[in-house]
Each structure stands twice: as C-alpha cells, then as structure tokens.
C-alpha cells in the first residue's frame, strides 16, 4: 500500500469521526425544541440541559473536521482545489450555518433575556439542520460524480447537484444525525429529559431505517464494490438494532450502533469513490483520482511522519474530555440564569 491510499484512508478516517462527533452535536442542535417545550414551564431549563450534554465536547468535535480539511488540502491539493470551488456555494452555507451554531451556542447564556435565548435557540436550530442536511447532499454529488473538465473545474451549478440520489443522502444525513443525537441525550441526561429522550429515539428510528437503507443499497448498487457490501450489511443491521434497543431503553447499546451506523454509511461513500477521489461526468478521463490529485511523494512522507506523532495524543486527549465529563445530566444541576440583564440603566 502507497501513501497515496494511506493517506485516502487516513481522511476518510477524520471524516468517519468528524460525523460520529459531530453528528450527535447536530442530532441534539436539531432536536431542542422538541426537548425543550417553550409552553413548559421548565422549558428554558430542559434546553439548558440539552445544551449541556454537548457543552463540553462540541467545539473539540469540529476539530476533526478542521484537521480532515488540512489534510485533504496538503495531501490531495487538486481534489481540494476542485471541491472547494465546484462546491463553493454549499460549503459557504455550511460555514456560515456552523458560525451562527458557535455563536449562538457561545452567547446564548450571556444575556439573560427570554427574547435573547429564543433568537440564540433558532441559531442552533439552524446551524444544526442546515449542515446536517448539506453534508449528506455534498458527499453524495462527489460519490455520484459532477461535471469536471479537461481543467479540472466543475461546470456544474447548484441546482445540478440537488438531483434525487444527493436529496436522498441530505435527508439520510439529517434523519440519522437527528436519531444519534436522540440516542445520545438519552445516554448524557437524566429525569424526564431523559424520558422524553427515549420516546423520541424510539419514533426516530422508525423512519430512519427505510430512509438510510434506500440510500446505502442505492450507493451499493449504482457505485459499489464487492468488498463494500459488508458495510451496506453492517450499517443495515446497526439500525435495526438501534430500533430494538431504543424500545428497551438500553441507550449505551444505542448509541455504540448509531455510531456503527455512520461508519458503516461514510466508509461506503469513500469506499465506493475509491480510487477516484473526485469522479467526472462528462468524461472518465477529466475524473480525479488518488494518483493525479496527490501531493509529492516527500510531502505525504512527512506529513506521515507528523501524523504518527500527533495522532494518537489529539484522541487521548479527546477520549480522556469524554472520561471527565461522563456523567448525566438533569434539571437539578441547571443553576439559574446569571447572565447579564438586556435593560438600560
């Protein structure tokens, strides 16, 4: 194995766990309405709680996607350079989505205003669905192939790539976020929070099962290999268990298959691209591919090299944040609002 396939693997990798972090983080962004009933009067107190199961982790959880995009840009500079500017529009609306997400989960307590919290509610809500929904709709264009040409530029627009296989992945994307969110509020809370968590698991997955496995049979059977039907069996059998442990409300379980769940799905979408890296539809020839899109050889050497280092100290220490904030989480921790009052004096 080259380091060019090394290194396709190593940015599915950061990929694979950029969605299974930050998936619950949209999951719990896209569900706190639903949670946090503003007709009840603990309302504020349950989105509080919600909030806080992520309060900890979310901001280390986008880091993945950081390092992923560094490393897609030095290690394949061509497929960066044609991804980013064929897919410029929608990747800018997901920038924009996870900046309103930052601040509004940021400033969201510093103000202790309802009118505050409620504008700062609908920023998570939509710096949550939004990425979830374009993510799904993104890697299934690069999956499916775009128009790339002789210069390696995507003649496609932004309504090319709302075909019906993409809007079928935004919506696997968003339904299987929503569901992993749920499983894991179910996992981090406590009380009624927790209670309300399970019920909404249960229903969520549901309709995630028919909605994720059309998609990842649909991958398989237009762009598939071989060996990657074991992933379409895998993350198939993931959500099924998921629908039986969320009835018997075993949510550690629950959450160890959703998880399952969206490694099997990415590592389908990377898997199936392999080894193109970004395939084109106007001609086989333009497409790209691990060997025309690479770096130098001593480029990838090196960065391998930093990423033996680096590597394994970035997930202890993420594994041991995880450790030190394991507990649930109820509506008897929420202390009152101490934030800063919206009236002049």
């Given amino acids: 194995m080259g380091l060019q396939e090394v290194w396709f693997i190593l940015i599915a990798v950061l990929f694979i766990g950029y969605f299974v972090l930050e998936g619950f983080d949209f999951g719990v962004g896209m569900l706190m309405p639903v949670l946090g009933r503003r007709k009840d009067p603990k309302g504020d107190t349950r989105r509080r709680v919600v909030l806080n199961t992520i309060g900890p982790v979310w901001d280390g959880n986008e880091v993945w996607l950081i390092t992923g995009g560094g490393a897609l840009f030095a290690a394949f500079p061509e497929w960066y350079a044609t991804l980013f500017s064929g897919f410029y529009l929608p990747l800018l609306i997901i ?150 442990l969320t009835r018997a409300e075993r949510e550690g379980w629950a959450f160890l298959f959703t998880s399952v769940a969206v490694i099997g799905t990415v590592a389908l979408l990377f898997g199936s691209l392999f080894p193109n890296v970004m395939p084109s539809t106007l001609d086989a020839a333009y497409s790209l591919t691990i060997e025309n899109a690479s770096s130098s050889p001593y480029t990838l050497k090196v960065m391998t090299w930093a990423a033996a280092f680096l590597t394994p100290v970035v997930l202890i220490y993420q594994g041991w944040t995880y450790w030190v904030f394991r507990q649930r989480i109820s509506t008897k921790h929420i202390p009152p609002s101490i934030g800063l009052s919206s009236k002049r004096t």
């Fill in 95 to 244: 920038l924009v989505a996870l900046i309103v997400r930052i601040c509004a989960i940021e400033y969201r307590g510093k103000i202790d205003d309802d009118t505050w919290r409620r504008r700062c509610d609908w920023g998570i809500v939509f710096g949550s669905w939004v990425p979830a929904v374009l993510w799904g709709v993104a890697f299934a264009n690069i999956v499916r192939g775009v128009a790339i040409d002789a210069d390696k530029q995507v003649t496609s627009g932004f309504f090319d790539l709302l075909n019906p296989y993409a809007l079928l992945g935004g919506l696997t994307t968003a339904l299987v976020f929503a569901l992993h969110g749920a499983v894991f509020l179910a996992l981090k809370t406590a009380d009624e929070v927790r209670t309300d968590a399970v019920a909404l698991a249960s229903r969520l997955a549901l309709p995630t099962v028919p909605v994720a496995g059309g998609f990842v049979l649909w991958t398989q059977l237009a762009y598939g290999k071989g060996w990657t039907w074991i992933l379409v069996v895998a993350a198939a059998a993931a959500l099924l268990a998921v629908v039986a």
